[in-house]
């Protein structure tokens, strides 16, 4: 079920971290908030965040090493002058929060002169946005991994590593999990305070073949994404993790086999486990407003949907449809309020192929004439100020569409790739080129073994043009990242991208070992 813009996303069964409520938010909050508004600002707020983020890294089902971080800390962000100012600190002491807002403040004032002295005339203004006292909202998981004993974590990777390590042909097996527990509190001049808790786990094994005759090596990596759950995603059943690491060395032995393709045209059948990245790469950070205006240009380049081709731009074909979500159950980028305070929305961004919308923040779609941001600035510590982040950003599936296997079936010579390896792309989300885990030769609507050095390549409008055919609900999946980065200093977020199989016609396919000039 689709969630109209600003619906709640459904409730947690767990209670906010005691040991995070003890903090002294609200008095940290009302100290430096004070202290902004004495000095004249026109907008001030508070975040006060702690992030634990821990990881187990297993080689060959020995441990290789761990880790368990805590970053907590505070920021004031104000607008004085038509300017932002923005500080940062550490000590939870009222007076301390309210030095850092003068330090806010003092920096807003400076950034002031810099702007007079360039002769730019452009006042920051945000968007406005209701208030929301006293929210709470806490992510949907069942069991918090940090609770769970960490020998019973590294004990499931090693046996896990031992299963992929006793099949014939794997030479090492790679294992990790990395987990992140997220706590914030923000209050903000207009009235809006909200406390949130996130929770989210990576967990990934890697079975390595080598072949002592010729020295050549391949790998095959589990499937399973990044997800906003807890430990049950280990341990429930959802995810067939036991099917998936019996298969894995059959199909990595195949790999090692596999003739190197053909260069040329044909028709592709993209399984959602690669497709989230062709979508986060070329129509996730191509429609975040910043970079089509041209304010985010330092880090990754800008974007070919300039915003003057709103309701112009064909993106794809018609049976394209797209969403920015930040209301998605189990989404990395899904919260209850973001770092301006504004309330999780889920938005079109492209509808029947047309581009339609953008992902904003309070200060762009002010500037751009939008009457409401939808909930798209994060910062990804206590130190850093929040930026325009992605959005779970998904492809629709069609209602009545197709299985993966009837998607297949519908192509004579072609190529079905499943897996997310490598990617490339330019500057502006244009040209670009993925890899895969696996890539299958399509003979007359059949797989008909894999192949490798499979390279896909494409121009972003040109790629989705192709789309001929999209999966039913059925071939669904929520993938996405822990790390896309943004901004300078760099920030990383973690978000997912759903999307279903899909079938494009005539793509050009390169052999990227020829292409790398490897023999």
Not at 60 to 80: E, F, K, N
Not at 140 to 166: M, Q
Not at 263 to 277: A, F, H, I
Request: glycine residues 10%; charged residues 20%; negative net charge.
């Amino acid at each position: 079920m689709r969630r109209r813009r600003g619906d709640a996303v459904p409730a947690s069964p767990h209670a906010l971290d005691e040991t995070f409520l003890a903090l002294p938010l609200g008095a940290l909050a009302d100290a430096a908030l004070a202290r902004a508004r004495a000095l004249g600002a026109e907008h001030a707020d508070f975040r006060l965040e702690r992030v634990r983020s821990a990881s187990w890294r297993l080689r060959d089902a020995r441990t290789s090493g761990t880790s368990d971080t805590t970053d907590l800390g505070y920021a004031v962000r104000v607008v004085h002058g038509g300017a932002w100012g923005f500080a940062s600190g550490v000590d939870l002491t009222m007076d301390a929060a309210a030095r850092v807002a003068s330090q806010a403040v003092a920096m807003a004032k400076l950034s002031a002169k810099v702007i007079d002295a360039a002769g730019s005339e452009e006042l920051v203004e945000l968007a406005p946005e209701p208030a929301h006292p006293d929210r709470t909202w806490i992510s949907s998981y069942d069991i918090n991994p940090f609770e769970v004993p960490d020998a019973e974590k590294t004990g499931l990777l090693a046996e896990w590593s031992e299963r992929l390590l006793a099949a014939p042909g794997v030479a090492h097996a790679d294992a990790s999990l990395l987990t992140v527990q997220e706590n914030k509190f923000y209050a903000d001049t207009a009235g809006t305070s909200t406390t949130q808790q996130r929770v989210r786990l990576y967990p990934h094994l890697t079975a390595v073949a080598v072949d002592p005759s010729s020295g050549e090596f391949d790998s095959m990596r589990t499937l399973a994404p990044p997800a906003g759950r807890g430990w049950e995603y280990l341990t429930d059943g959802r995810y067939d993790w036991d099917g998936e690491l019996a298969r894995i060395p059959d199909q990595l032995a195949e790999k090692m086999r596999a003739p190197s393709v053909e260069p040329g045209t044909y028709d592709l059948v993209v399984d959602p486990s690669n497709l989230w990245l062709t979508i986060h790469e070329s129509i996730g950070h191509a429609t975040e407003l910043d970079r089509a205006l041209g304010y985010e240009a330092a880090y990754a380049g800008t974007s070919f949907a300039t915003f003057d081709q709103l309701g112009k731009l064909a993106y794809g074909s018609e049976i394209m449809n797209v969403t920015g979500d930040r209301t998605a159950e189990h989404g990395l980028a899904t919260i209850g309020y973001d770092d301006e305070g504004v309330a999780a929305q889920s938005w079109d961004l492209i509808k029947d192929g047309t581009l339609v919308g953008y992902q904003l923040d309070r200060r762009i779609a002010k500037l751009t004439g939008f009457p409401r941001s939808n909930g798209c600035a994060f910062a990804d510590s206590p130190g850093h100020v929040p930026v325009q982040r992605m959005a779970n950003v998904s492809l629709r599936p069609a209602p009545d569409g197709p299985s993966t296997e009837e998607l297949i079936g519908g192509v004579e010579r072609g190529i079905y790739v499943v897996g997310d390896r490598s990617w490339s792309i330019d500057m502006q989300r244009y040209n670009f080129q993925f890899t895969q885990q696996r890539a299958y030769a399509i003979r007359n609507g059949r797989l008909c073994g894999q192949l490798r050095d499979v390279a896909y390549q494409g121009i972003t409008p040109e790629f989705w043009g192709s789309m001929e055919a999209i999966g039913g609900p059925r071939t669904y999946v929520l993938g996405g990242a822990f790390n896309c980065g943004k901004a300078q200093p760099g920030q990383i977020a973690a978000v997912s991208h759903g999307c279903p199989s899909a079938m494009f016609r005539k793509v050009n396919i390169l052999n990227a070992s020829a292409e790398s000039g490897r023999p």
